[in-house]
């Protein structure tokens, strides 16, 4: 399944949790990584899962997983981060202050 930019306008909890890893690099600019979100409003472990599956899928977030992940259970630590991707997409999609390119491109560097 090929998933665009019209997957977050039809679907508020894809848009919310992509908006989320937005706003975490927002508030803290300086970290490179962040810990997964691991509970939406209204949605189920397993709709989490299944939203973090279509926003990898999408190219929107990426992953590292390392033994430090694993710190603390229940959590999965400094992991996740928004791709420029997946900053573009939320500003497609009308995104109340999603990263500039600049931010995210520094993001990843």
């Given at each position: 399944m090929i998933i665009g930019h019209?997957?977050?306008r039809n679907?508020?909890?894809?848009h919310a949790l992509l908006a989320a890893y937005s706003a975490l690099k927002k508030q803290k600019p300086d970290a490179e990584w962040h810990d997964r979100i691991m509970e939406l409003?209204?949605?189920t472990t397993?709709?989490?899962?299944k939203l973090h599956g279509l926003l990898l899928a999408g190219g929107w977030i990426e992953t590292r997983v390392h033994g430090d992940s694993?710190?603390?259970?229940g959590?999965?630590?400094s992991c996740y981060r928004i791709t420029p991707d997946g900053n573009a997409a939320l500003?497609?999609?009308?995104?109340?202050?999603?990263l500039t390119?600049?931010?995210s491109d520094d993001a990843i560097s």
């Open positions: 019209e997957a977050l679907d508020p909890k894809l409003p209204s949605c397993e709709q989490i899962n694993f710190k603390t259970a959590r999965l630590e500003r497609f999609a009308g995104a109340a202050a999603p390119d600049e931010e």
